[in-house]
């Protein structure tokens, strides 16, 4: 049955010419048959792929490439520099032929230096796949007188890791060097950082010190006249601009902490701008604000703005503050 494969009817009158083709497309035992009859000499052509080059050691007297060019399964793409040694490796037959032949068809135009890598290039580097798996471990319990350790040392995986290893060691030597060299200041750059990080010190401290002067009630007071618009910000939120309505001297309990550091409260009454969807979004933080402490900060250079606590009603409401 197996003479009537389409196969087998279009190989036949090719063989008989001495003709071969051979792929992975082919029948098994249809490739071994081209195989035994190139061997022999019986073929005095044969269309093959790279494989047939690649893994089988059958020299040839002329070695043709019809095109520079091959499809890796994605796209068309040069031959590399292993895959044309490899296969133009072949032509020369050792006792044969004095020399072997090597024919290149330039069916486009070629880059002169990809054509340099192509033809002077070095073949692909061969690494080894070497897997120790659970399967095999369990193999080789059951054969006695077998270690694995034994079978990873002796495994060509492993000898290509002991020969990389002086090169990896300088590289990481050199890493070293250079991680060293790059974070390796001057002593002018390391007396430059310590008066910048000083400096900075001193301007935070700075601007502490001015913003606790410009809350203090006694420089805040004089301010604090009915119409006064107050930027409104506590808990870095900015609540914007309300207006002053009415302020008030709270009274503090003498075991209070504020009472025992000499603190004076002040009632803001300031009227805000709120929105609707501000209600349900600012209600934890308003519940959170009022009847905290806030802080004050003077528009137009001296004039205070305070902290304020409020709960939204409308599109307006009037807040409660307090100033320390």
Known sequence: SDKTLPQIHRMVPLLKRGIGIHHGGLLPILKELIEILFQEGLL??????????????????????????????????????????????????????????????????????????????????????FHLGYNMILNLMRVEGTDPQSLMQQSFRQYQQTQALP?????????????????????????????????????AKTASAIRAVLTDPVNALPFLNPGRLLQIEHLNINWGWGVLINFRKKTVPKTSPAASAGEKLYIL???????????????SSMSSIKNSKKRNRSNRGREPSSSSSSHHSSSSSSSSSRIS
């Open 269 to 283: 009454d300031v009227l805000l701008a709120c929105s609707m969807a501000g209600d349900k979004s600012n209600s």
């Open 167 to 203: 090169r990896l060691q300088e590289d990481l030597s050199k890493l070293k060097k250079d991680k060293e060299d790059k974070f390796q200041f001057q002593a002018e750059e390391f007396k430059a950082i310590s008066e910048y990080h000083h400096l900075k010190s001193q301007h």
């Open 44 to 129: 005095k052509a044969l269309f093959a792929t790279e494989t047939f080059a690649m893994g089988l050691n059958m020299p040839a007297k002329t070695v043709v490439f019809t095109n520079v060019q091959k499809f890796d399964g994605t796209d068309f793409r040069l031959v590399s520099g292993g895959e044309y040694i490899q296969m133009s490796g072949r032509a020369g037959r050792r006792g044969l032929d004095k020399r072997g032949i090597v024919i290149l068809m330039m069916n486009e135009g070629l880059d002169p230096v990809k054509a340099k890598e192509m033809i002077k290039g070095h073949s692909d580097p061969l690494n080894s796949s």
